[in-house]
């Protein structure tokens, strides 16, 4: 596995307008991704997670208030590239996307291998017997047979849907596949399968991911970081081994608790509503919800405190620990 | 204690059509029994295509059974005609997977809520009809209430929209809820607090409910009785407990393992799954119907179907591995 920085996200903000006012869906994030890593990004919905991700790639909706900071993927900074650029030169051949629910989105009355095959021909000009070629053999290594090729959306069920849509993610071999809740609208016996091929790529291919999701527990199933988001802002980044077997912030410490275990207590939750991004509170955005709250969260900003080389926790309850 | 709701070997084909001559029947549910005390919670688990919800329907009476009857407090209800359901149709409820389509965008909390009033023609006046709205949101921990009555759907989150759709099942004070698939479309952090409201509500009121989920971790936590259903057929049933802890059928076992825990050394290794993707019930396999995802499948498997017996005291399993006495 190599050291060096696949992507750098520094003071990235992605903002919104909205009736309500502006929607601060992504508040000055900064991560980093190493080579082959797979890193788990956490939260609730509205947590701005997905907002991540479309920052990531640039992919701005029409009423985009504020896009700022740097996305460094592979030397090249995505925020400062235009459209076309980006479209041209970072999309599908270095990060690629697997978006919430594309599954469903399938051209139901194209064969699957030709649109597995598509962005080859489009954004590569790659010849039809070449792109269709490279089709099967990506098919295969998501685990489907041949005869898969040229069968239509409806003859498939919903984890070869979804591998198909995985399959398309991978064709021009990018950098970074982001996939963004790949089986939350699948049966739990499907998500295993799906969890397994994924860990097969990163072993194999040693793809790197970013896996987006609300449940921590399938987050560990394949990160070997994990970045917890709460309210647009990262709150608790580490290794899996960190943030799931000593979290320090709050927040974390609760999302790991509501997760229900077959052995062991009952599940704990998350009390209260994620706040309105419009407004987000003062101080600390999670103090309202935060059972350790000190008057200093109310009124300001905890900094991003670092506990180890790699782990860093967003909250007032470190401020002691510093170094 | 006497049953509240009972299904006796209920069993609900639907006849689809194939080609132009060819029909075929989709037996959705094969064969079950349950039943149901005041207060108690019955867990129903299983996948997609398991036929579930069709029980829960069932037992709602939305739909009557091909065959085996369904029961509430002691009254046969099978064929009763939908005129002379008002009464039970009162007593029991349903609580919805999909709190964002489930709910009319263009109705307000206060209509959402007082509409089943109106519909049994609960509360003379619309006075009387506000003081229960206000209970049932007060009810759902939705408070101040009064903050919620003018608000539409999609000013909701998930959660509270979930917490309206209950606020809805339980303004009648029903003594019997189906609620399927609760909180599958809610976020993690946010599930447990749902299921211990349902959980309080059920104490305060004595409800029976009928859990349906694909989630045997929340079923443990959440249920008294847990039965596993596999294409139309329960294949395994008895304390949550115990099921969790010697489940018995490789259906339950292969469950059990999909649950991931949130364990750093999960990335290390592959989650043992069943195989294969869940099998159609428009065209089940013979004899038990489990087989062809089975590990441990023999000869016999694939002939006879395994009949539902007690293996030890209160634990049932569908399974040749446990040959009865």
């Given amino acids: 596995m190599g050291q060096s920085n696949l992507l750098s996200i520094d003071g990235l903000r992605l903002y919104y307008r909205s009736a309500r006012g502006v929607v601060r869906a992504v508040d000055n994030v900064s991560l980093t991704m190493r080579v082959g890593e797979v890193l788990g990004v956490v939260g609730e919905s509205g947590c701005g997670k997905s907002s991540l991700a479309n920052a990531i790639i640039k992919f701005l909706p029409p009423n985009t208030a504020l896009y700022e900071g740097s996305v460094v993927i592979d030397g090249v900074d995505v925020v400062r590239l235009d459209e076309d650029e980006v479209r041209r030169r970072i999309r599908w051949r270095v990060v690629s996307m697997v978006f919430q629910g594309a599954m469903n989105i399938l051209n139901p009355v194209i064969r699957v291998g030709f649109q597995v095959a598509e962005p080859l021909m489009v954004h590569a000009g790659a010849s039809r017997e070449e792109a269709f070629r490279a089709a099967r053999e990506v098919m295969r290594r998501v685990g489907l047979s041949d005869d898969v090729f040229n069968r239509y959306p409806h003859e498939l069920s919903g984890g070869m849907k979804q591998r198909i849509v995985i399959a398309t993610a991978l064709i021009m071999n990018p950098k970074l596949v982001i996939l963004d809740e790949p089986t939350s609208a699948l049966d739990v016996s499907i998500q295993a399968q799906i969890m397994n091929m994924l860990k097969r790529l990163k072993r194999e291919l040693g793809l790197s991911m970013i896996f987006i999701t609300h449940d921590i527990a399938l987050a560990s199933d394949i990160s070997d970081r994990i970045a917890v988001m709460y309210a647009g802002e990262v709150v608790e980044v580490g290794s899996a081994e960190q943030v799931l077997l000593s979290p320090r912030h709050p927040y974390t410490q609760k999302l790991i608790a509501a997760t229900p275990r077959l052995r062991g207590p009952k599940p704990d939750f998350v009390p209260g509503q994620p706040p309105d991004l419009t407004s987000p509170p003062s101080g600390c955005r999670f103090h309202p919800r935060c059972p350790y709250v000190m008057e200093k969260c109310r009124s300001s900003e905890p900094p991003s405190i670092a506990i180890e080389d790699g782990w860093s926790v967003k909250c007032w309850l470190y401020a002691g620990e510093a170094g | ?325």
Avoid at chain 2, 158 to 180: C, H, N
Avoid at chain 2, 214 to 235: Q, Y
Avoid at chain 2, 300 to 314: A, D, F, M, V
């Fill in chain 2, 1 to 325: 204690m006497t049953e509240l709701l009972k299904l006796q070997d209920v069993r609900m084909y639907f006849r689809v059509r194939k080609g132009f001559f060819r029909s075929v029947d989709v037996k959705a549910v094969d064969g079950v029994s349950i039943s149901l005390k005041r207060g108690e919670t019955l867990a129903l688990v299983g996948e997609s295509g398991s036929g579930k919800t069709t029980l829960a329907r069932v037992s709602l009476r939305l739909l009557k059974p091909t065959s085996g009857r369904v029961l509430f407090d002691g009254k046969d209800i099978t064929e009763t005609p939908e005129k002379e359901l008002r009464w039970f149709r009162r007593r029991a409820q349903a609580i919805f997977q999909d709190p964002y389509s489930s709910l009319d965008p263009f109705m307000t909390v206060r209509q959402l809520v007082e509409e089943p009033l109106i519909l049994h023609k609960i509360g003379s006046t619309s006075d009387e009809r506000l003081e229960l709205v206000i209970r049932a949101l007060e009810d759902v921990k939705l408070t101040p209430a009064e903050e919620f009555l003018g608000k539409y759907p999609h000013m909701l989150s998930g959660g509270q929209r979930q917490r309206v759709g209950i606020a809805r099942a339980l303004i009648l004070r029903p003594e019997y809820i189906a609620a399927d698939e609760p909180v599958s479309m809610i976020d993690a952090s946010s599930r447990a607090e749902i299921l211990y409201l349902m959980r309080e509500l059920q104490e305060k009121h004595d409800i029976a409910f009928l859990y349906i989920t694909h989630d045997i971790a929340t079923a443990r936590h959440f249920s008294d009785k847990l039965a596993v259903m596999h294409l139309g057929k329960i294949v395994e049933f008895s304390e949550p407990v115990e099921v969790v802890e010697n489940p018995l059928h490789p259906y339950t076992q292969a469950l059990i393992d999909a649950v991931p825990e949130p364990d750093p050394a999960n990335r290390f290794r592959e989650r043992r799954s069943v195989m294969g993707e869940p099998l159609s019930p428009a065209n089940p396999p013979s004899g038990c119907n489990f087989h062809p995802r089975c590990p441990y499948a023999m000869e016999k498997c694939s002939k006879q179907t395994p009949p539902l017996i007690e293996i030890k005291q209160g634990h049932y399993v569908a399974c040749h591995l446990y040959p009865g006495e």
